[in-house]
């Protein structure tokens, strides 16, 4: 399995990007996708998730309402809708994925067994 994140960039607060992470392998195994990230000095946390059986979603507090996680089935391939950016989300925002039932867990960074390389996200006033 192959994870692969990019989109990111520089934005001004308030504005929006979009991280796709395309996927690749065994992804008919995939029972959730997620995004986690990472800031500079602080333990990586997650932002969302996507249960790929039905599309349910899952989102932490501090981004509820702002970001909105997608798919795409034909091309195995996963969005992150990144909307009023706040300089706290700058960070470096990670893809990952697990072939297990893990919605009890599904905010634990160590449920996950697939991860990509991260793409940077910055926001600046």
Same mark, same amino acid.
């Given at each position: 399995?192959?994870?692969?994140?990019?989109?990111?960039?520089?934005?001004?607060?308030?504005?929006?990007?979009?991280?796709?992470?395309?996927?690749?392998?065994?992804?008919?195994?995939? #029972?959730y996708m997620s995004w986690?990230?990472?800031?500079?000095? %602080?333990?990586? &946390?997650?932002?969302?998730?996507? %249960?790929?059986?039905?599309?349910?979603?899952?989102?932490?507090?501090?981004? %509820?309402?702002?970001?909105?996680?997608? #798919?795409?089935?034909?091309?195995?391939?996963? @969005?992150?809708?990144?909307?009023?950016?706040?300089? &706290?989300?700058?960070?470096?925002?990670?893809?990952?994925?697990?072939?297990?039932?893990?919605?009890?867990?599904?905010?634990?960074? @160590?449920?996950?067994?697939?991860?990509?390389?991260?793409?940077?996200?910055?926001?600046?006033?």
């Amino acid at each position: 399995v192959q994870l692969q994140a990019f989109g990111g960039g520089a934005v001004q607060t308030g504005g929006s990007l979009r991280l796709s992470c395309a996927a690749s392998g065994r992804t008919f195994s995939f #029972r959730y996708m997620s995004w986690f990230r990472q800031a500079p000095g %602080k333990e990586r &946390e997650f932002v969302g998730a996507l %249960k790929w059986s039905g599309g349910h979603t899952y989102y932490a507090d501090s981004v %509820k309402g702002r970001f909105t996680i997608s #798919r795409n089935n034909a091309k195995d391939t996963m @969005f992150l809708q990144m909307n009023d950016l706040r300089s &706290e989300d700058t960070a470096v925002y990670y893809c990952t994925a697990s072939p297990s039932e893990i919605q009890s867990n599904i905010a634990s960074q @160590f449920a996950y067994a697939y991860w990509g390389q991260g793409t940077q996200v910055t926001v600046s006033s």
